[in-house]
């Protein structure tokens, strides 16, 4: 979705408005609830009308999981304000309920006097015997701390659409749409656009369907819009942006688009030889509709066929790239070293989830860093960088490419499924302000040698069938000229010495550190990925709490920027809040030699703002 940033419209004449700077709003139900969609579609009508937000969808990893049960629950939180958002959000102002399963497991995150809307027609004896209530949380008193409102949304539903022909459990699967629209009129929001969507949707395939909808939300308009339980609506006054056309993108859409923009900077066609995984696949999803482009995707049998699919059509002369999660980085280790020896531009992208092994493929967790550092056999060097945000995976492709193609090298691109998963407005960046990426082949066999470097210790890169230009690749050792097979000790000191030099030396491109607050004083806090938006906002908090704290934040992870070191040095404590053990506190305590303090997470939840600023404050107070 596009839309030009303009004003929103102005509250109904005669209503009583809650004018509110932000709020934090959470959609919670069964996985057939469809609250993925409602919240995704508030989002969407949220943006049309100029507001910036962040979200983040939370769903279960099991399949199928038993209708009612705690397994099941499928929830999405979305934070909106008139200020910058750079959080899906802490603790939920406000809540949509749709069955005792999902008040269960999320009413210990919502504040403590926070809206409850719920859909009281789900709480029959045995959903609460399913969600493990010995009484109705919605009649014996346990709610009474929070604004509750008791809705029978399922069968205001079956009422709206009863003469539709839809069949009862058919009806009920509507009622995600009559949640949705009794929240847009809650924040002043027109449906006609999600009616318009709706019809695009579903009306070619499914016209009862689109229609059945239709009404369903009408319904929940009109009934938030003429009923009596509500004392108010909610304004929130809109985000002060820049003037330009915005999208509102996932990680995995911004991924995507930045390495199609790769392809048409560069000139050279693009393929991805991908094998599905969560949270990775919508990658491949989004680049297989996108065939008008010079685009081919390949959805292999497997993760190794992946990756050498692309190593051989980096090899070829185009732009080679494969996506996965962690577990495919383990099956892809081996080719990840042949890629090494060959030096191809190849681009891997990791999409992190929860670990080990298949741990948690829905949550969001970032321990993946050690693994792309050093998680090869051998002297096996290739760059990392990691995204911040779903609108950052745009720059941080386009940056991948740049590094591969300039450097004759893979690069991994490490996501997470937070950002992969979550939603945020995004400026469409005019094309010309793009950094160019220049390409070159080598098409002259005048004095050409296969491992002949230039001044970034490239080698040059030659498409198979140049006339005069033939030469071998492999995983055995090469000569450092000729590429041919080569045992001898020193050429492989030599060979190995010059691929960890080639890498170490983009140090030179990455840009100097540029912490955010005081250049020196009692605090850093450092972030990498999906840490940047809540260490950020953390540290603002701080210094208007009057404490003399500093952010930075790393894209770039392998090589570390020159001046890093230095610049760690000014402040008398660094904290490294990650989503592991602390993986990138060891790197920067082994390669800048000081002490940082470490806070991991690992419960498959972002940093909520308010743990980093805690332990901020506790540290400045030493």
Known sequence: MTSEVHAAEAPSAGRSIAEIERVVIRFVGDSGDGMQLTGSEFSRALGRSGHFFVTHPDYPSEISAPTGTLFGVSGFQIQLGSDAVLTSGDAPDMMLVMNPAALKTNLGDAKRHATLIVNSGAFTQGNLD??????????????????????????????????????GREAERCKNYFALGLMLCLYEQS??????????????????????????LKAGHGYAEASELFVSHYHVRKSQVAPGK???????????????????LSGVPLFLGSYPITPATDILHELS???????????????????CSAIGAAYGGVLGLTTTSGPGMALKTEALGLAVMLEIP????????????????????????????????GECPIPVIAAASPADCFDTALEAFRIATKYMTPVIMLSDGGIANAAEPWRIPDVASLAPLPVKFRTDPEGYQPYARDEHLARAWVRPGTPGMEHRVGGLEKDFLTGNISHVPANHQRMVETRAAKVAGIVKDIPPCQPQGPASGDLLIVSWGGTYGA????????????????????????????DLGDVLRRYKTVLVPEMNLGQLARLLREQCLIDVVSLGKVQ?????VSEIFARAVELCGK
């Open 246 to 264: 915005y999208r509102i993108v996932t990680g995995n859409q911004a991924t995507a688009m930045g390495c199609v923009a790769a392809s048409e």
């Open 289 to 307: 509709g996108l065939k008008h482009f010079a685009v081919t995707t390949f959805q292999a049998e497997d993760e190794i066929a992946g990756i």
């Open 346 to 377: 190849l681009v891997i992208i990791n999409v992190q989830r929860g670990g080990p092994s298949t741990g948690l493929p829905t949550k969001v967790e970032q321990s993946d860093l050690l693994q792309a550092v050093y998680g090869r056999n």
């Open 604 to 608: 498959g939840k972002p940093f909520k």
């Open 130 to 167: 399913k969600a493990g209530y010995v009484s109705n949380p919605l009649e014996d008193g346990s709610l009474d701390g929070y604004h509750l409102y008791k809705i029978d949304i399922s069968g205001l539903t079956a009422a709206a659409l009863a003469n539709t022909g839809l069949s």
């Open 535 to 562: 260490i950020a906002q953390a540290q603002e908090e701080l210094v208007a709490a009057g404490h003399a704290v500093a952010h930075l934040h790393l894209r770039h992870l392998n090589p570390l920027p020159a």
């Open 191 to 216: 449906p006609e656009t999600v009616i318009a969507e709706i019809r695009t949707k579903f009306g070619r395939k499914k016209p009862q369907l689109a229609e059945a909808n239709i009404i369903a």
